[in-house]
C-alpha cells in the first residue's frame, strides 16, 4: 500500500509541480492549501514555502504546536536563503528537512525516505 503524503502550497502550480516529483508508484500524492488540513492525516508533509510569515509557515507551526502532528515529517521546499530557513524555530526540529528549489526529484524523493526512515 502507497504512503500518503501531501503537499500544500497556495500556489496551485507549485502544488503540481511537487506532486509530480514524487513517484506515484511509491507514495499516494494528494495536493492541499494551507488553511485546509487534509481530511486524514498523512505519513509526511511536503510544503513549499514562498518567504516567511506566510500560510505556510503558520501551518508548519500549527502542526508542531498540535501534539497529533508534532511528529509528522515535513519537507520544506524553499528558495529562501538557507541562513534565513536555519533561523526560525522549527527547523532544529529532526522531523524537518529542507530542499532547495527549483527542486529535483531524486533529491525530494531520497529526503521523502530518510524522514520516513530515518534509521534505514
Not at 492525516?41 to 508542531?64: D, G, K
Request: hydrophobic share 50%.
Amino acid at each position: 500500500m502507497p504512503i500518503s503524503l501531501v503537499v500544500v502550497a497556495s500556489d496551485p502550480d507549485t502544488r503540481t509541480r511537487l506532486a509530480g516529483l514524487i513517484p506515484s508508484n511509491e507514495f499516494s500524492v494528494s495536493q492541499g492549501v494551507p488553511d485546509q488540513p487534509p481530511a486524514e492525516l498523512p505519513a509526511l508533509f511536503v510544503i513549499a514555502l514562498p518567504a516567511l510569515a506566510t500560510p505556510e509557515e503558520q501551518l508548519i507551526e500549527r502542526l508542531r504546536a498540535d501534539d497529533a502532528t508534532a511528529a509528522t515529517p515535513i519537507v520544506i521546499a524553499s528558495a529562501l536563503p538557507m541562513i534565513e530557513l536555519q533561523s526560525v524555530p522549527y527547523a532544529s526540529d529532526w522531523t524537518i528537512a529542507i530542499v532547495e528549489e527549483p527542486v529535483q526529484s531524486a533529491i525530494l524523493t531520497e529526503t521523502i525516505k530518510f524522514l520516513l526512515n530515518p534509521e534505514g
